[in-house]
Every structure is written in C-alpha cells, then in structure tokens.
C-alpha cells in the first residue's frame, strides 16, 4: 500500500508512554511482554526486563562494569 493511498490524518496520532514496572526504576518502558492478546503488555527497561537471553545479559553485565557499577 502506498502513502498516497491512505486517507489524511484527521486527528494526531497516540501516543503511548509506558515505564519500567520495576519498582522505583523512572526508566523508559522499550521492552514489553505479554502472556497473550487478551493480557495487558507489561513494560521493562532492559536491566530490569526478565526474558533477556545469555548473551544479552552478558553484554549488560559488561557495560555496567565499564560504567563503574556494582554488578553482583
């Protein structure tokens, strides 16, 4: 479908702002998850979001290190 077939904006569009669910964290919400279509999505930063893979957990772990924080 082209731009030049879709009708004119009639009205702004919505925007959604959604932060991290992790208590405290004041963090943009980019990562979200949901069980399923009729489930809310949950929304996460990345260091609090909990279905990262190894490898993303690593490179995590690696820049927080380099940024001088306490990893445990």
């Known amino acids: 479908m082209s731009d030049t077939d879709r009708p004119t904006m009639s ?3 919505h925007m959604y702002i959604h932060y991290c669910e992790e208590t405290g964290c004041n963090e943009w ?7 399923s279509a009729a489930a ?15 490898e993303q957990e690593q490179v995590l772990r690696r820049r927080l290190e380099a940024a ?4 445990q």
């Open 68 to 71: 001088g924080v306490d990893v």
């Open 29 to 35: 919400g980019s990562w979200g998850n949901s069980q």
């Open 11 to 13: 009205t702004a569009p």
């Open 40 to 54: 809310p999505t949950r929304w996460w930063c990345f260091e609090h979001f909990p279905h990262k893979t190894y």
